[in-house]
């Protein structure tokens, strides 16, 4: 089994998690830009992180024959200080050019706040000045329909989006309809109590078909498991699903949609 | 998959689940002190299994949410609590 880890926050991870996942048949993974766990507390906490994405990181991946990209932004948890998030914002278009960076991730709300709002219009202009893809992050929980909602107006609003270039990600029952319908592709977090598990995103996949759909793990500091996606492949397995299927939701599918990025190669010979 | 084999695969596991529901539903009504808006969430949500209607887990989902449509003024905290308190903050 072949597979691609779309979304994983791999700073917060140990080096073993790497060898498990290469082991398990991951060739990429794509790291977005995520709270820490605590608040930074000036811009410069966030260069040097953005410095870990785009330099250690990827170097901690390759010993293991795995790619790593990332993705670059300010997170929704630490979007209330706009003022912050206007700092950090004009850090990150010198960091766009870095061969591992896709682009804007994972932007989006938290608890749907005018400022997490502001501060996600920021960063759709940074997408669209750049031409940049965009990973977005929907909120946890009771308030995941109403930013999903309000991500969406978003992101209609700004002519200069293509829906096609943008994932929404973290999509349950109740939102991958509103998410997939408005032509956008949507993410299914395989997570512990507080997003999908296996049996409910294959349970989406068969209600609403495989097509602009991936899965994702993403793994962080919390309890959280980086072999999420490949134990997902396997419950697929064992519902009859055939490999070809498999395939294409956990390979074929994120290929497609990072390869819009022109820096996104899975190998010399990009199969 | 045919009804047997969702049976097969997954009925031990809904289950186990369920009775894990009413264990917790049993110890909170055992315990001292007020319950909250989770717990009235909590039975509006289970309500929605029984009423008949397609698409349950999506029914329960949308028990717990928001349903409010304007952003709030201001993120006092970042966590969620997994039910909507009622207020439009
Ligand atoms: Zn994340």
């Known amino acids: 089994m072949r597979y691609i880890e779309p979304h994983a926050h791999m700073v917060s991870r140990v080096t073993d998690d790497y060898e498990r996942m290469a082991i398990a048949g991951c060739e990429v993974v794509c790291e977005p830009a995520f709270w820490a766990g605590f608040d930074r507390s000036s811009a410069a906490g966030f260069y040097d992180y953005f410095c870990q994405l785009t330099g250690h990181e990827p170097a901690r991946a390759a010993k293991f024959g795995l790619k790593h990209f990332s993705w670059l932004c300010i997170n929704p948890k630490e979007a209330e200080d706009v003022k912050l998030a206007e700092e950090v914002i004009a850090l990150i278009p010198e960091f766009l050019n870095c061969p591992n960076v896709l682009g804007i991730g994972e932007i989006g709300l938290n608890k749907n706040s005018r400022n997490e709002l502001k501060v996600l219009e920021m960063h759709v202009a940074l997408a669209a000045r750049y031409h940049q893809l965009i990973l977005v992050h929907t909120p946890h929980l009771e308030d995941k329909l109403k930013g999903t909602r309000l991500i969406l107006d978003v992101l209609k609003s700004d002519r200069r989006i293509r829906p096609e270039r943008v994932i929404i990600d973290h999509v349950e029952e109740h939102t991958v309809g509103l998410v997939l319908d408005a032509g956008f592709w949507a993410g299914m977090t395989l997570y512990p109590e507080t997003k999908c598990s296996p049996a409910r995103a294959i349970d989406i996949l068969e209600t609403y078909g495989q097509e602009q759909i991936w899965l994702n793990s993403a793994c962080d500091w919390g309890i959280s498991d980086p072999l999420a996606v490949p134990k997902t492949a396997l419950e697929m397995k064992k519902r009859g699903h055939p490999a070809a299927v498999i395939d294409k939701v956990i390979y074929q599918n994120p290929k497609l949609f990072l390869g819009q990025c022109p820096k996104f190669k899975i190998s010399s010979k990009d199969r | ?89």
């Open chain 2, 1 to 89: 998959m045919t009804q047997q084999q969702v049976l097969d695969l997954y009925f031990l596991d809904a289950r186990h689940k369920l009775i894990e529901v009413a264990a917790f539903l049993d110890r909170v009504e055992r315990a001292d002190g007020k319950d909250d808006f989770r717990l009235k969430a909590f039975r509006a949500a289970l309500g929605r299994l029984n009423d008949g209607q397609n698409e349950k887990v999506k029914q329960v989902l949308l028990a717990f949410s928001d349903p409010t449509t304007r952003p709030i003024a201001k993120a006092k905290g970042k966590s969620a609590a997994g039910a909507w308190a009622g207020k439009t903050g």
